[in-house]
């Protein structure tokens, strides 16, 4: 069964500061996607991986794919208020996605 | 931009009732999904939807759940005697093809009462 874990459940940075958030999966698979989440919304989707070593930017997000070490990482560079929001990484399972558990991102002055 | 629609957006049932979500996908979209994603958790796959049968569903989408496309637009999933811990928002999502995004609509907040 494939599991999907992330790090750190809850991150609160400075404006301006970089982080990395983690994607972790137990089995292999062929496509890993990044949704996005504001409270109480849908998800917006962000980014699609679909080979290893990809890398893709939009704006101040960055996330990248290593199947062999089956870790997708997402990086923060310079972060605003408007980063705010719970993110999540998903893993395609023949047709489907298997989430992680979301990391809560709040940004503060 | 196309997107993908749920109606309604919030239903409020009493346990044991039955109730219908809707949800219209993208019009030229194959795969069509339910998940659900209860308070402040994670989000589950239920059920996932192709060539008008079901291609797979989880350990959550028992008896009680079903699935339809009735008309070739709208797709509809049915809880049939509600409990409690259906309370959840209900996502319905599509894609063209499976590696592609998978866009999820806006969701129905249901609350089992």
């Known amino acids: 069964e494939l599991k999907v874990e992330q790090n750190p459940l809850f991150l609160s940075m400075q404006e301006g500061k970089n982080y990395t958030i983690y994607c972790n999966y137990s089995t292999t698979s062929d496509r890993l996607y990044w949704y996005r989440q504001d409270p109480g919304k849908s998800l917006e989707s962000l980014f699609v991986l679909l080979s290893n070593g990809a890398v893709k930017q939009e704006g101040r997000l960055m996330a990248s794919l290593d199947t062999k070490a089956r870790l997708s990482t997402l990086h923060i560079t310079a972060a605003v208020h408007d980063l705010s929001a719970t993110y999540f990484c998903?893993?395609?399972?023949?047709?489907?996605?298997?989430f992680g558990t979301g990391t809560r991102l709040q940004v503060f002055p | 931009e196309p997107e993908v629609t749920q109606t309604p957006s919030h239903q409020v049932t009493q346990m044991g009732q039955e109730v219908i979500l809707r949800c219209v996908p993208i019009s030229n979209h194959l795969y069509f999904y339910w998940y659900r994603q209860i308070l402040g958790q994670k989000v589950e796959f239920l059920v996932s939807f192709y060539n008008n049968e079901i291609s797979e569903k989880s350990e959550i989408f028992d008896d009680q759940f079903s699935v339809e496309r009735p008309d070739g637009s709208n797709f509809t999933l049915k809880i049939r005697s509600t409990k409690l811990e259906d309370s959840a928002m209900y996502f319905c999502a599509s894609c063209r093809y499976i590696q592609e995004t998978q866009y999820f609509g806006p969701g129905t907040r249901l609350l089992v009462l």
């Open positions: 998903a893993v395609g399972d023949t047709d489907k996605l298997i």
